[in-house]
């Protein structure tokens, strides 16, 4: 089990950036695969970003393609979101998540019951 603590968001005009973090604790960090997804309120949560083991893999959800990049530097048990060119519709919760898979397909690394530590949240809120 890791414990996840995200930080880095904010209120942030439509067209900036923001950089999400994720700090994980526990030795077994580098094994896993890591994603982040969003809950807009009154919305289920999203898959938005996922990323292998050792970052030689990484998928995205369309609407986050060419804006948002996912990394890891699994020296400092950290995982990052760059986010720009924000919009009003990225507005959410932001949570990380872990899994003991190091490498999912393309497919199952959205799906959220593969995933097994969750972080807090962090809110992300853009204006337009």
């Known amino acids: 089990q890791v414990q996840l603590v995200e930080s880095g968001g904010g209120l942030v005009q439509a067209g900036g950036s923001l950089r999400l973090s994720c700090a994980a604790s526990?030795?077994?960090?580098?094994?896993?695969?890591m994603g982040w997804f969003r809950q807009a309120p009154g919305k289920e949560r999203d898959f938005v970003a996922g990323?292998?083991?050792?970052?030689?893999?990484?998928s995205y959800t369309d609407s986050v393609k060419g804006r948002f990049t996912i990394s890891r530097d699994n020296a400092k048990n950290t995982v990052y979101l760059q986010m720009n060119s924000l919009k009003p519709e990225d507005t959410a919760v932001y949570y990380c998540?872990?899994?003991?898979?190091?490498?999912?397909?393309?497919?199952?690394?959205?799906?959220?019951?593969?995933?097994?530590?969750w972080g807090q949240g962090t809110q992300v809120t853009v204006s337009s």
């Open positions: 990323i292998s083991w050792n970052g030689g893999s990484t």
């Open positions: 998540a872990a899994s003991r898979v190091p490498a999912h397909t393309a497919q199952s690394i959205r799906l959220m019951n593969l995933y097994n530590d």
């Open positions: 526990g030795r077994t960090f580098s094994t896993y695969s």
